[in-house]
């Protein structure tokens, strides 16, 4: 885990030099750990973070800043300033009408298009509005923009590959997804040059090898795809319906819509699962912010010492004794002010209560983004399968089981990242020769399902929906 830094309120960034070294020594630890030699090595597949980019010189490699993160606040005023410009109620306008004269989805999108802090779009406007060294590059085609798999594929070919998958550039919000291209329209609209963006690739394909000074061998790369999708692809969610909930720094809700592209909205964005060949599959995501970022945080103030823990002191105590927890320590989608707080304090509040405060907060999000999937999306919903290192909290798994009264299978491995990853490079090598094969390797380690009725947790959740209300703006 490389270390955030934080230069500034609300900045979050990642050095590329420490996210380079510590990518290197991963590798050279797990193939060690394994008992292998990195001749022995078939393909290598790169799972990274989404929406985290950085822009660097084209001839020198010289990065011109740190990793923006996808966390990154920055961008909150031009966002602010952008959803409420009437150049965006115009477009609004202009799309509406010819959604309606052509009933076409790719028309549906951009007519409710609005900017949130997460998207790299706003962020990579700023670089070229701030960074006077990256504007001046780009006006002579020198200057390059890649999210982190970019960056490490880049570096791990010395210079010589340039290029993403589908799967990262769909989460980037500059790339349409309809046409499967760099969006000229909106970088245009945000002054972003076009010169700038790396050439899109199949998520699983040999994108070239590791320069053999690396690792002592050249080791092709067999698949570059985005965290998330990694994660569906490792889960088996290969079928229209099935769903994958991630739940990690942040969580993510994840709805395979087959052939089928559903427009932005409400809350969920159309992205690019995975491209094999002639097989591209969507997806349809809802995000929530913070929620091993606040568990961590819990941690790091001494709430409780092992995260191990926090299951049983939730589940100890009845309820949370009208304590609310509202995330917002990063970013929200829909409101980049959200005042993270606890509501409801008492001089009868003790730790567990806070700490089931938090995890409640989770849960309680979960139903809200289940709850909208089911009211906007037209696909039966299928399996449920969850992963990240909060699945392994058993009371926000049930809670959420018995909120959305779905059963939600947990697999053994809630690593699903590194093993979808591994699973593309594996079909583009040759070592799967289908997803059959690869569907007879999930292992399930628990299944959680409904055991209490909505109704019981009612008053807490109308609590909870009260205090995210005052936590606004």
Not at 48 to 62: E, P
Not at 365 to 388: C, E
Request: aromatic share 12%; hydrophobic share 40%; glycine share 6%.
């Amino acid at each position: 885990q490389v270390e955030y830094l934080y230069p500034r309120a609300g900045w979050v960034e990642l050095d590329p030099e420490a996210l380079w070294n510590q990518f290197v020594g991963v590798i050279k630890e797990a193939v060690q750990a394994a008992g292998l030699h990195m001749r022995q090595i078939a393909g290598l597949g790169i799972s990274t973070q989404r929406a985290t980019f950085i822009t660097w010189h084209k001839r020198t490699g010289k990065p011109f800043h740190n990793f923006i993160s996808w966390q990154d606040l920055r961008s909150a005023e031009l966002v602010n300033s952008w959803n409420k410009s009437f150049l965006l109620k115009v477009i609004h306008v202009i799309f509406t009408v010819l959604h309606f004269l052509t009933g076409s989805d790719r028309y549906l999108a951009p007519s409710f298009l609005t900017f949130s802090t997460h998207q790299t779009s706003l962020k990579l406007s700023w670089v070229f509005k701030n960074i006077h060294e990256a504007e001046e590059a780009a006006k002579k085609n020198d200057c390059c923009f890649g999210t982190v798999d970019t960056w490490l594929l880049y570096r791990l070919t010395k210079g010589s590959v340039f290029a993403t998958d589908y799967s990262n550039a769909s989460a980037t919000g500059i790339f349409e997804p309809f046409m499967k291209c760099w969006n000229p329209t909106l970088c245009k609209l945000l002054s972003i040059p076009m010169s700038i963006y790396p050439p899109v690739k199949d998520t699983s394909f040999n994108f070239g090898s590791v320069d053999s000074e690396i690792f002592g061998v050249p080791i092709p790369i067999m698949a570059v795809v985005a965290d998330q999708q990694s994660a569906m692809f490792g889960e088996c969610c290969f079928h229209p319906g099935d769903v994958k909930l991630t739940m990690g720094t942040g969580g993510f809700w994840n709805v395979n819509t087959g052939e089928h592209l559903f427009a932005s909205q409400m809350g969920l964005y159309p992205l690019i699962g995975w491209k094999i060949g002639e097989e591209v599959v969507y997806l349809t995501e809802g995000c929530i912010s913070d929620i091993g970022t606040a568990i961590k945080w819990a941690q790091d103030i001494h709430l409780f010492t092992n995260v191990d823990e926090t299951a049983e002191m939730a589940q100890n105590i009845v309820d949370s004794q009208g304590v609310c927890f509202v995330p917002g320590f990063q970013l929200s989608v829909n409101d980049p002010y959200l005042c993270a707080s606890f509501m409801g304090l008492k001089p009868s509040t003790t730790r567990n209560h806070l700490v089931r405060a938090i995890l409640e907060s989770v849960a309680f999000r979960n139903k809200q983004i289940y709850d909208i999937i089911v009211k906007k999306l037209r696909i039966p919903l299928q399996t449920i399968r969850a992963d990240g290192g909060v699945s392994n909290n058993s009371f926000v798994m049930q809670m959420t089981s018995d909120l959305i009264n779905k059963k939600i299978e947990k697999p053994a491995n809630a690593d699903m990242s590194s093993l979808g990853a591994a699973f593309l490079a594996g079909l583009a090598s040759g070592f799967w020769t289908d997803k059959e094969q690869l569907k007879k390797l999930r292992r399930i380690e628990a299944v959680f399902e409904p055991q209490k009725d909505l109704e019981e947790y009612r008053p807490a959740m109308d609590t909870w929906l009260q205090a995210m209300k005052r936590s606004l703006h």
